[in-house]
């Protein structure tokens, strides 16, 4: 009987070491990711794509796709030079002709920009008008990664993902958009919504409808509807609570004569201004979850009303849980924000 429990507990021991091992190898392998943004609108989209470089080049992740919800031709390009920027100007890029937002914004223009004659930040796609719909980009990009392995981190409008729940089978899959996704997705990392009570200017407490909810209100809706994997949600508290310090775009960036993190941030609003981090937050989550950057709600589930508030219920086998910040968690996420995305380049 001794014998026969020793050789239990050892059993035990090797079934543990090998799930351990077996977790190990899987967190080792680079996440695929898709970022679907609304660049243009706000500076910290620009950000987020520059820490998704930072962590490709550490080996967590592989950007398989750019897709874009904001409706001007200078984003797709603008996009494609900070690609370049980072030595992976092959990137597809995908966009969407919705009309919304149809401004340049205040700092797309920088993929125009010259220097000498030349362009500042060299780049291939010249415009939006010459890339292809965002529903294809995303139906290739989901059909030939592995099942259950994707990461898509939304951090503008639900637009594109909304026609993608929506698309046909086509030439990249036989299965509709709704199959693709639950086949081929493991989380959807967004940044929308606001789940706690925000103070305005004077102190004063209110609902807040937030802008990536707001902009397609529709869209938002058919996402809290019908998207078939687990959502993890930034709201609008999140990153507003973690302001990137503008120290680190006048200081950390230097090694390049123009980088367009900075100039972008600098475009936008110039320093002195610390900007919050609200896209950055959904990418931090969405490659590194287990990392303790942020806690996380219950389950439950999230809905949008008819003009963009979102509330959360919590249930016991709900799709939907939201990110928490605490003040131990700030700390540490700020560092890891500030660290990654002015992370220079590998080429």
Not at 133 to 160: H, M, Y
């Amino acid at each position: 009987m001794r014998l026969q429990n020793r050789f239990s507990r050892l059993l035990a021991s090797v079934i543990v070491c090998v799930v351990c091992v077996s977790n190990c190898v899987a967190e080792s392998r680079p996440t695929p990711i898709i970022f679907d943004t609304d660049i243009g609108n706000d500076c910290d989209d620009v950000l987020a794509l520059g820490m998704i470089h930072a962590l490709q080049s550490r080996g967590e992740c592989e950007l398989l796709a750019v897709t874009i919800t904001k409706d001007h031709e200078l984003a797709a390009a603008f996009t494609d030079a900070i690609n370049t920027f980072y030595g992976r100007g092959d990137i597809p890029i995908g966009v969407c002709r919705s009309g919304v937002t149809p401004a340049p914004g205040k700092f797309n223009p920088l993929a125009v920009k010259r220097d000498d004659g030349k362009l500042r930040y060299p780049h291939d796609l010249a415009s939006g008008k010459d890339a292809p719909e965002a529903v294809d980009v995303l139906r290739k990009s989901l059909a030939s990664a592995d099942d259950g392995s994707v990461v898509i981190a939304q951090v503008g409008f639900s637009t594109n993902l909304a026609n993608l729940l929506k698309s046909n089978p086509d030439k990249h899959s036989p299965l509709t958009g709704q199959e693709l996704v639950a086949q081929k997705v493991k989380l959807l990392s967004i940044m929308a919504g606001a789940f706690k009570q925000i103070r305005n200017d004077k102190g004063e407490r209110y609902d807040h409808r937030e802008y990536n909810v707001i902009k397609d209100i529709p869209a938002a809706k058919t996402i809290v509807a019908d998207w078939p994997t687990a959502i993890v949600w930034s709201g609008f508290e999140i990153g507003k609570n973690l302001p990137f310090p503008h120290q680190s775009i006048l200081r950390d960036y230097r090694y390049a004569k123009h980088h367009p993190l900075p100039d972008a941030y600098i475009a936008y609003i110039p320093p002195p201004h610390n900007r919050p981090t609200w896209d950055l937050t959904s990418v931090l989550y969405g490659i590194r979850p287990n990392h303790d950057y942020f806690a996380l709600s219950k389950p439950g589930t999230v809905e949008v009303a008819d003009d963009g508030f979102t509330t959360f219920s919590e249930t016991s086998d709900g799709r939907d849980r939201y990110l928490v910040l605490t003040p131990k968690h700030a700390i540490r996420a700020t560092e890891a924000l500030v660290q990654l995305s002015s992370q220079p380049p590998t080429n």
